[in-house]
């Protein structure tokens, strides 16, 4: 589901649950969609969240609504989409639509950005305001960006009742090292769906690659941008290579011209271009990876990974740079090699192939069985939402006669 103007509100079926105490409406701020670990985990809490009576609209600060998993997914359970673009007409169309909504939670997964509309979401009376720390981006920026950092962190700080992040780590780069001293704030890992996982893939992967008996195959799944450094995994399989292993690299993901362009030059550079494959977006992502014999993960730049989540919880060995949440995942489940973000591609492969014997003695039942009883679970997940967007009484909201929201006379906001 898309939309190509800005501010049009795709509207639901009406699907969704009803709650012991009232339906809560919820309004999610992100700022934009695509097919990233946000969109995918929020996509796959809908159901249950639904199921506990919670009706979730989603605004986009894009210019449009994008491609990916989440906006389908939010219609279906009777919520709306909304491209609200970030210029200077913002805070009135948002507080437009916060009127128009009346919303009892508001949760904004912004970073610190989150504080501008949590204040226009206070001046609104929205009782509960939730901001979500996702990452651990702690690059130094210039100095018009560190004074607007400062400025949202202070709205954030004076506005939110609720502080979360999907790590320690999150919360400790994005909001402040000292978060625990904050009563607002609390660690909400991201939950896995691991049934859809479990979904066979159409492909043969192998064949389709041409892959000999013998052959590593390496998967490696992100959205083609800079942080996710892409073209490192020619330089790994030179480096097998050298190791006297013989493997291929599947790239799973949204594409960039440009990225894809890089990627193929250090292939080219490498000598390994027949043996590098850009297979773009997918939704049988799952089975595609039941199908490697190692994931590799080398992003710079993470908050709690799907990238290396998805595998582990499939008894699929991973190798990943030495971040925050991948260290967290590696402290709860085991199938995590953990190198240095600058290792030298002779590093990555001598961990690569550790991390496939690992797989080789993984049973994936018993790796699923695992995961559903670790921290990572959706059920717990869903459990801190649902508390979180229920602390407070519900507010009487606009409805249909179907009970949901009606659409605006010029789908315009």
């Not at 043969?204 to 992100?222: E, F, K, Q």
């Not at 939402?385 to 179907?402: C, F, K, Q, T």
Request: net charge positive; glycine share 12%; with cysteine.
């Amino acid at each position: 589901m898309s939309g190509s103007v800005a501010d049009r509100t795709i509207i639901g079926s009406g699907v969704g649950g009803s709650g012991p105490d009232g339906a809560r409406r919820v309004l999610r701020v992100v700022g934009e969609l695509n097919f990233g670990g946000t969109e995918t985990r929020t996509a796959e809490l809908l159901p249950l969240l639904a199921a506990g009576g919670i009706e979730v609209h989603l605004v986009t600060l894009a210019d449009q609504v994008g491609p990916g998993p989440l906006s389908g997914a939010i219609t279906r359970y009777g919520g709306s989409v909304t491209a609200v673009p970030l210029d200077a007409r913002f805070p009135a169309r948002f507080h437009r639509l916060l009127r128009r909504l009346r919303p009892d939670a508001v949760h904004v997964d912004c970073a610190n950005f989150s504080g501008v509309p949590l204040a226009l979401a206070g001046l609104a009376g929205v009782p509960v305001r939730v901001g979500h720390f996702r990452g651990d981006d702690d690059q130094r920026r210039g100095l018009p960006r560190r004074v607007s950092r400062w400025i949202c962190g202070r709205l954030l700080r004076g506005c939110a009742t609720d502080i979360l992040g999907v790590s320690p780590g999150s919360l400790g780069v994005g909001y402040r090292s000292d978060w625990h001293t904050d009563p607002r704030c609390q660690v909400v890992l991201n939950g896995l769906d691991v049934e859809r996982l479990r979904r066979p893939s159409p492909l043969d992967l192998r064949a389709a690659i041409g892959a000999r008996p013998g052959d590593l195959v390496c998967v490696s799944v992100g959205r083609a941008s800079a942080e996710k450094r892409r073209w490192l995994l020619p330089p790994i399989l030179a480096a097998l290579r050298t190791r006297g292993v013989s493997a291929h690299a599947v790239l799973v993901g949204p594409g960039d011209a440009a990225d894809d362009a890089r990627v193929a030059a250090a292939a080219s550079a490498a000598d390994v271009a027949e043996r590098v494959h850009l297979l773009g977006a997918r939704d049988d992502v799952g089975g595609l990876l039941r199908q490697a014999d190692v994931v590799i993960h080398p992003s710079c730049l993470e908050g709690l990974p799907g990238g290396v989540l998805e595998p582990v919880a499939l008894g699929i060995g991973t190798v990943a740079a030495d971040l925050p949440g991948v260290r967290f995942i590696s402290g709860h489940l085991p199938g995590v090699s953990v190198v240095d973000i600058d290792a030298p591609p002779s590093q990555w492969a001598a961990a690569a192939q550790a991390a496939a014997a690992y797989t080789a003695a993984t049973d994936t039942a018993t790796a699923v069985a695992r995961f559903a009883d670790s921290v990572f679970a959706i059920d717990t997940a869903a459990a801190t939402h649902l508390a979180i967007y229920r602390r407070r009484p519900a507010r009487r909201h606009p409805a249909s006669p179907g009970g949901r929201l009606r659409p605006p006379a010029d789908s315009k906001w």
